[in-house]
């Protein structure tokens, strides 16, 4: 079981920058896959960037290639996604899970944070 808490969204002009980390509770953090979806109002929630469990290997969605960086501590149970360049279009709920990136299965979420992003 592992139990995930996101935090750092807030308001941020245009052009700007965010970290937002999640936080994971239990020991077998290191053994999962962690990806950042987001969601918009209206809209489906959509894929943004993954981190292998190793941290070796990373993914990322067209929109955020080149603006955004997926991390991971697993010593500190901690992944971080760095968001430069901001732009309105980004915001959104953002929420963290684990699971396996190959399979597509994510089987813990965080409850979301909120990123707004103003013109």
């Known amino acids: 079981q592992v139990q995930l808490v996101e935090s750092g969204g807030g308001l941020v002009q245009a052009g700007g920058s965010l970290r937002l980390s999640c936080a994971a509770s239990?020991?077998?953090?290191?053994?999962?896959?962690m990806v950042w979806f987001r969601q918009a109002p209206g809209k489906d929630r959509d894929f943004v960037a993954a981190?292998?469990?190793?941290?070796?290997?990373?993914y990322y969605a067209d929109s955020a290639n080149g603006r955004f960086t997926i991390s991971r501590d697993n010593a500190k149970n901690t992944v971080y996604l760095q968001m430069n360049s901001l732009k309105p279009e980004d915001t959104a709920v953002y929420y963290c899970?684990?699971?396996?990136?190959?399979?597509?299965?994510?089987?813990?979420w965080g409850q979301g944070t909120q990123v707004t992003v103003s013109s």
């Open positions: 899970a684990a699971g396996n990136y190959e399979r597509s299965i994510w089987s813990y």
């Open positions: 239990g020991r077998t953090f290191s053994r999962y896959d």
């Open positions: 981190i292998s469990w190793s941290g070796g290997r990373t």
